[in-house]
């Protein structure tokens, strides 16, 4: 039988043994083994930290993110083979699409974020603060990629997105991974980690695969990795507790699976649109991917009053669900994982039959189209049935990880949020209501126990990504149950890989630190005119002291005429009585514009292209006619701009910070305007 290799110590390695056999879980017929053992895990470690981590931490944010967008468009180009072994876990194309495209998505958008960062290879975090009355003593946070390893264990229901969303994060900021999926679907990490590792595009030691146990591994973390762990909460919490992730302090984060629900709101009725989007949207949860998704509903709240129309119009909704060969095109759900996971499923039913009924569905029998039932992990939609669930502690308490919820009435909404509390934290809750208020109620009532809460109805649902879909730019995890972790989110979620250091100094030693101009550092002045280099000539802290100018009530009418900003404070003399204005004072966009007439290069054609926007801009101090101002204009920050084709003029954006001052020295206005800058390339 064909075993799985261990892509590890940069090259691919079999484990000693015939390992864990792998099944086809539609067929039930044995397709490979797995094993990790004899695998050197200390070792493994090591490499990742000696030689991933290096180079991965010697790239900018904008090269991490260009290797992450490689990625993507390189694995795009392999579907294909990705979907053939996908059907071997009982994926039906659509459940495919969710794992295979929606990870490969995931490497898309933190490709994207790199225009968030800095051109380096660690970023500011927060605003600078000033910590002296004189300006010379500051402070400024910020985050560097940690020197270890990111050690990913994850579920055995999104093979390839489980991986993908995970490592998306930790090499965008700057930090290799050893991922160990679930071992009864690892054939298919194998699969597209294969591909990634032929492509060439990642680092050596950048990222490795062990399929089969993660034996002593986690003997070897040290305070500088990552362990981040999907699945039940069970054993998360005995992975957490390990004595080597206690005594080194090392950052575990954990998502387990959840008893997420579905809320229908009370003003819900029959012959409106959100009902219907609320049977599709339960219907949808049980049956992708066999229900088999932390994020799927397990419990389904409804006023009282509603019961039993929903009970029936959820039945009538199950009964087309189509059941069999993931490969025939009539099927719309396929198999659990494998037979172990049909053995916990009904052990777990069993255990809510206490308190519930089945109302939909059979424990013991299912209908299947080009396929053996028996012979595959296949299990019927289970639509249970909760009378009392105040008072149920089952079925908040109890998970069966497949195809199956619980219906439960509710009365009133304060209800609906006990209710949904009462799973002890989850990673994702929807409500179904048109009305706003409602959906306010319960989303402020409901927060604390939820990662994630989603408001349907008819505006939404057209777009709508649904209740069981993170999102990369999103948080993933949830309170309690849920693990308390946290995991994407964005830029939030690459600061799980960074160590945060709060750095001290002269604004002069932290522009040079920081690479970004701090104020009240010392500037650098030449000859040339800014406006007049080119994107690399520019450097950050260089420096413009413009000329003067004196503002006049001449010049504060003209700009009310041009602008039609006739503003009283303006143009009216006598309705000034009791306001901070001694006058009337300028417009605060006449300064800005008169600022810009004092620092712009008015000569000829140079490599600025355009004013590309403005930044917190503040105006400080009143100006009026007779005022005198003043600009110190220094360049603040660079940005590298990716061409967007072969015809795109080879560019930056310039960030300058715009300092105003009146004939006393004193600020009127600050803030910071954007220019498109030209390589040399183009001019």
Excluded at 160 to 185: D, H, R, S, Y
């Amino acid at each position: 039988m064909k075993k799985l290799d261990n892509y590890i110590l940069g090259r691919w390695i079999a484990g000693d043994g015939d390992g864990q056999t792998l099944f086809n879980a539609y067929t039930g017929r044995p397709i490979a083994a797995a094993t990790t053992r004899g695998l050197d895990f200390a070792a493994i470690l090591n490499y990742a930290r000696q030689k991933g981590n290096p180079a991965l931490r010697s790239m900018t944010f904008r090269e991490r993110g260009l290797m992450l967008r490689a990625l993507a468009l390189h694995l795009r180009n392999h579907l294909d083979g990705f979907y053939t072994v996908s059907y071997q876990t009982g994926a039906t194309k659509n459940d495919s699409w969710i794992d295979i495209e929606g990870g490969i998505g995931n490497l898309f958008a933190y490709a994207s974020l790199r225009r968030k960062f800095t051109d380096e290879s660690f970023c500011l975090d927060g605003e600078p603060h000033q910590l002296s009355k004189g300006g010379s003593f500051m402070a400024q946070h910020l985050l560097v990629p940690k020197e270890g390893v990111a050690v990913h264990i994850n579920a055995f229901n999104f093979p390839v997105w489980g991986m993908l969303e995970k490592i998306a994060v930790n090499l965008l900021a700057g930090v290799p991974a050893v991922v160990k999926p679930a071992t009864v679907t690892s054939y298919l990490t194998e699969a597209v980690v294969r591909q990634i590792a032929a492509s060439g595009i990642l680092p050596d030691g950048a990222l490795q695969l062990v399929c089969g146990s993660a034996g002593d591994m986690l003997d070897y973390v040290t305070a500088q990795d990552v362990v981040t762990f999907t699945g039940s909460a069970g054993t998360g919490q005995m992975l957490k507790s390990h004595k080597r992730i206690l005594e080194e302090n090392v950052p575990f984060n954990m998502e387990a699976d959840s008893l997420n629900c579905i809320v229908l709101g009370e003003d819900v009725t029959a012959d409106m649109p959100e009902w219907e989007i609320f049977i599709k949207e339960v219907r949808k949860e049980m049956t992708v991917k066999a229900g088999q998704k932390c994020t799927a509903v397990r419990r389904i709240f409804v006023p009282a009053n509603k019961l039993e129309d929903v009970k029936i119009a959820l039945g009538n909704a199950l009964a087309q669900t189509s059941i069999g060969n993931p490969l025939n095109e009539k099927v719309r759900m396929g198999s659990l994982a494998g037979q172990q996971q049909r053995t916990e499923v009904k052990e777990q039913v069993q255990k809510l039959l206490a308190s519930c009924q089945v109302i939909y569905g059979s424990l013991d029998s299912v209908q299947v189209i080009d396929a053996d039932a028996e012979k595959g992990a296949f299990v019927s939609p289970l639509l249970l049935l909760n009378q009392r669930p105040l008072f149920s502690h089952a079925v908040h308490e109890v998970e069966a990880f497949g195809p199956v919820a619980t219906l439960m009435p509710y009365t009133g909404m304060d209800e609906a949020v006990h209710l949904s509390r009462m799973g002890k934290g989850s990673l994702c809750s929807t409500i179904v209501t048109a009305d706003s208020q409602l959906a306010r109620r319960y989303v402020l009532g409901a927060a604390t126990h939820h990662g994630r809460i989603l408001v349907l109805n008819r505006s939404c649902a057209g777009e709508s990504t649904g209740h069981g879909s993170p999102l990369p730019l999103l948080v993933h995890g949830g309170p309690g149950r849920a693990g308390g972790g946290e995991e994407m989110g964005g830029i939030r979620g690459v600061k799980h890989y960074m160590q945060r250091v709060a750095v001290q100094g002269s604004p002069t030693d932290i522009t040079a630190i920081s690479g970004v101009y701090q104020q009240g550092a010392t500037g650098r002045q030449d000859a040339i005119h800014p406006f007049r280099k080119h994107f690399e000539e520019v450097q950050v802290g260089d420096q413009l002291l413009t000329g003067k100018r004196t503002i006049t009530e001449s010049d504060i009418i003209a700009f009310a005429n041009l602008s039609w900003d006739h503003f009283y404070a303006h143009v009216d003399a006598t309705s000034l009585e009791g306001t901070m204005f001694e006058k009337p004072v300028a417009h605060g966009y006449l300064i800005l514009s008169a600022a810009a007439g004092l620092f712009v290069e008015n000569s000829a054609k140079c490599p600025v292209l355009l004013n590309y926007g403005i930044d917190e801009l503040r105006f400080t101090k009143p100006v009026y006619a007779g005022n005198t101002i003043q600009v110190r204009f220094t360049c603040r920050e660079k940005l590298n701009q990716d061409a967007k084709d072969e015809n795109d003029v080879p560019k930056g954006i310039v960030k300058w910070l715009v300092e105003v001052t009146d004939e006393t020295g004193e600020q009127v206005a600050v803030g910071t305007i954007l220019t498109m800058v030209a390589k040399k390339t183009t001019l």
